[in-house]
């Protein structure tokens, strides 16, 4: 029931609490008053995906599972360079291995192996699928002759399995397949030209013929084009989607994996891919025996040479001579000759090669090819080979990182960066001393010399020139000898050389990964729930009106809602008495309940109805509220004292008749302005005629004189004033009412507008208040799922 109002103070535009239960009421109250909007987007994007789906290229991932020996630690090996010819742990490490598959020259040396430079494409109407074993046709073209690039060529076929050729490009780059070289740009191009199997065009920007595909015919009919592509360009592409990781952390199983449009291709490359792989780590681990092998070879060539001029020299001694053999001392002395001899060339060869090295360190210059140097030193030269190659390793790391990462600021880069300027001091010291070590076995090397020179000067002279040749011819002979003995070693260590990468499963393909069909339905079906209710929640944002309870509550939550009256339907304006069985006629009911308490409470029987601004509905409320009080048996009178723009009196049919004006002014008596409205206990007061100062009126003595004697004649009045919110005339008449009634209209009355003018009112302490919301819809309506035909 409506309470008297006192001292109330407006509360913020907006939601002021309520419960979590009524929000949801309400939010499922605007879903369903906008349920089109469901209807229209939810299919709407559901077919936008399935259009998306129809016509996008879909893309597929093949993967290759391969395993590679990697290490994660750095070790020194023991062992000699002709002991094995593996991979250093730098080179082995899957970081580096990663950079190494993912290389351009890696996906070219595949490339080159595959038949990708031509492209085949099946002509859609709304998209074109690339083509790939099988193919409809199979094109042949002179590598040697340039040929258009990046441009599509279409073939039309006929039924007799010719084919009209259509070229048309402004400035298409040319490529020499044969060298893998640019050859400029076309130029303007415009070609068509009827083409049979196997004959050939010739033009300055192509040169090409087709034939039918193995074991398969050409096709009847249909369009289809063909792209030329360069093999940088293809590895490129193949390039860019790689990616290799590994099965987890510190794992020897890595996947190798690329995307694209075409499944078979992707199987083709990436089973070529990782056979190159295997090639090239295998041709890595050979590359150093290979190059020693040829060293040697080169050295045994020589050697041998030298050493059967020696052997003819020492057999031409002995015949033109007659000498037949020298005696113990002499073979004791030149035995003693020979290994002083022998560890004299060892030393200079070792001082020799570190020397090399010490100069090309300090010039920046080692590079690979020095790794065969220290493999015929002496032992000096050997201590020092294995951080030669260390070294060695080093550099071709960070030669191998800085190509692939691209930039010189890596942290692994300038950690590397230092690691190999530390090695190389370290390297030199120790080269250094190892030369000073050196020098000194060789001045002990020259004095045992000098010592068996002077006996060797007391044999005969015969036997001293027979020792010289001789001691040469063992040293040549020693030196061959040894020669062949690596060349074996390294030869069976070249055999032995397996590669450190083997492929566990060939490449397969799954399905698309792209588009992701059920992924990109369940956005579309978000879209289509996101998209109504973000038009939704602009609506209630931009929404200024009030349009239901909740709205009133929001911006004035102390004002009791006294009635809420159903939206009138019919044409009439009473309906209380022309339908008294009505929702509408219900709701004035318990509109009268409330206001009896009201009344009780505050001992009165003068009702104001007002409103914020016209067309609100406060005379049709004023009407069927005298009308339901009426028929209640009170007897009535409903006052129209809105002297602006009264319509009671077109509403009872009293036009042009004395009314509250005539009265205000003295022209018509008390008696000649009330009339019987036809309806049992209801009277009505009409406006009478429009005065040009209605407010001088309504505020003078006449009105309160007028007032005072309904309040005799009549039980109940209902005064029907002009809006509060637009003039001060319902401001004043209210200080002559009881009880105030405030009609709030939904979808109508702005909430702004409202807002202003109730809390105007409370700050003028006016009481004993109550709302009533007009023109409800039954669907916000407090009556639920009742219906008028309950009431009749």
């Not at 009178?637 to 004006?661: C, E």
Request: charged share 25%; with cysteine; hydrophobic share 40%.
């Amino acid at each position: 029931m409506a309470i008297p109002v006192n001292n109330r103070r407006a509360s913020q535009s907006g939601f002021t609490g309520g419960d979590s239960f009524s929000d949801i009421k309400k939010l499922v109250r605007l879903v369903v008053k906008n349920w089109y909007l469901f209807i229209l987007f939810v299919p709407l994007c559901i077919a936008g995906a399935w259009l998306y789906h129809r016509y996008t290229t879909p893309q597929y991932r093949a993967s290759v599972t391969m395993m590679f020996k990697v290490e994660s630690n750095r070790a020194i090996s023991q062992s000699v360079l002709t002991e094995g010819f593996g991979l250093s742990p730098e080179m082995r490490r899957f970081e580096n291995q990663s950079f190494i598959i993912r290389s351009q020259a890696m996906a070219r040396r595949a490339v080159d192996r595959l038949d990708f430079a031509v492209s085949y494409y099946s002509k859609g109407r709304m998209r074109d699928s690339e083509l790939y074993d099988p193919v409809p046709f199979v094109v042949e073209f002179d590598s040697l002759h340039p040929q258009l690039l990046n441009t599509p060529i279409y073939f039309d076929f006929k039924a007799d399995g010719s084919a009209k050729i259509s070229v048309t490009t402004e400035n298409a780059p040319l490529h020499i397949y044969a060298d893998s070289s640019n050859d400029g740009y076309s130029g303007d191009v415009n070609i068509s030209a009827n083409l049979k199997p196997g004959e050939k065009i010739d033009h300055h920007a192509l040169s090409f013929s087709y034939r039918a595909p193995d074991n398969r015919d050409l096709p009847d009919a249909g369009n289809y084009y063909v792209v030329f592509r360069s093999h940088n360009s293809i590895a490129s592409q193949f390039r860019s989607s790689l990616s290799v990781n590994n099965y987890r952390e510190g794992s020897s199983i890595i996947f190798i994996s690329t995307t694209g449009n075409q499944p078979r291709k992707l199987v083709k490359f990436l089973n070529v891919f990782s056979q190159v792989i295997v090639e090239n780590n295998l041709e890595r681990k050979n590359d150093m025996a290979s190059r020693s092998i040829d060293f040697i070879q080169r050295q045994l060539h020589q050697v041998a040479d030298t050493l059967e001029i020696t052997q003819q020299q020492l057999m031409d001694f002995r015949r033109e001579n007659r000498f037949i053999a020298p005696t113990e001392m002499s073979q004791k002395l030149s035995a003693e000759f020979f290994e002083l001899e022998k560890n004299r060339r060892e030393l200079e060869s070792a001082k020799k090669y570190l020397t090399t090295i010490n100069s090309r360190l300090r010039e920046n210059s080692l590079d690979k090819n020095d790794y065969m140097l220290p493999a015929f030193s002496a032992e000096p030269a050997a201590i020092v080979q294995e951080y030669v190659k260390e070294h060695l390793s080093l550099l071709n790391e960070y030669s191998l990182i800085s190509s692939q990462s691209g930039g010189s600021d890596n942290p692994y880069l300038l950690e590397l960066k230092k690691r190999i300027e530390l090695s190389k001091n370290s390297l030199i010291s120790s080269i250094s001393k190892q030369i000073e070590n050196i020098d000194m076995m060789l001045a002990e090397n020259r004095e045992n010399v000098a010592i068996l020179n002077s006996q060797i000067e007391g044999l005969p002279e015969m036997e001293r020139d027979y020792l010289a040749l001789q001691r040469t011819h063992d040293l040549n002979d020693a030196i061959y000898t040894f020669l062949l003995q690596k060349s074996s070693e390294m030869q069976i260590a070249k055999a032995s050389n397996v590669p450190d990468n083997e492929v566990l499963d060939n490449a397969r393909v799954g399905g698309p990964i792209s588009p992701d069909t059920r992924g990109n339905y369940m956005k579309a079906l978000i879209l289509g729930l996101v998209i109504p209710s973000i038009i939704i929640a602009l609506k209630e944002f931009m929404n200024n009106r009030i349009r239901g309870r909740e709205d009133i509550e929001a911006v004035f939550n102390d004002i009791p809602l006294v009635g809420q009256i159903m939206r009138n339907r019919a044409q009439e304006e009473n309906v209380v008495f022309n339908d008294p069985g009505s929702v509408i006629a219900e709701s004035f009911r318990s509109l009268r309940v409330r206001l009896r308490f009201l009344l009780t409470q505050n001992q009165g029987r003068v009702i104001s109805v007002t409103s914020s601004n016209t067309g609100e509905g406060k005379t049709f409320c004023s009407v069927n509220l005298a009308s339901v009080y009426a028929i209640s048996g009170k007897k009535t009178a409903i006052v129209g004292f809105d002297l602006r723009k009264p319509r009671l009196s077109d509403m009872f049919n009293i036009v042009d008749r004395a009314g509250i004006s005539n009265y205000l002014i003295n022209q018509a008596s008390y008696e000649e302005i009330i009339y019987n409205s036809g309806l049992e206990n209801l009277y009505v007061v009409p406006a009478g005629v429009i005065p040009p100062n209605p407010s001088e009126l309504i505020s003078g003595e006449k009105a309160v004189e007028l007032i005072d004697k309904l309040k005799k004649d009549f039980e109940i009045i209902i005064i029907d004033t002009p809006p509060v919110g637009l003039v001060s005339d319902g401001r004043i008449l209210m200080e002559l009412s009881h009880c105030h009634l405030f009609v709030v209209r939904a979808g109508v009355t702005i909430k702004d507008h409202f807002s202003l003018t109730v809390s105007s009112l409370i700050a003028e302490d006016v009481g004993c208040m109550g709302l009533i919301l007009n023109d409800v819809s039954e669907a916000q309506s407090g009556y639920g799922y009742y219906t008028s035909g309950y009431f009749k």
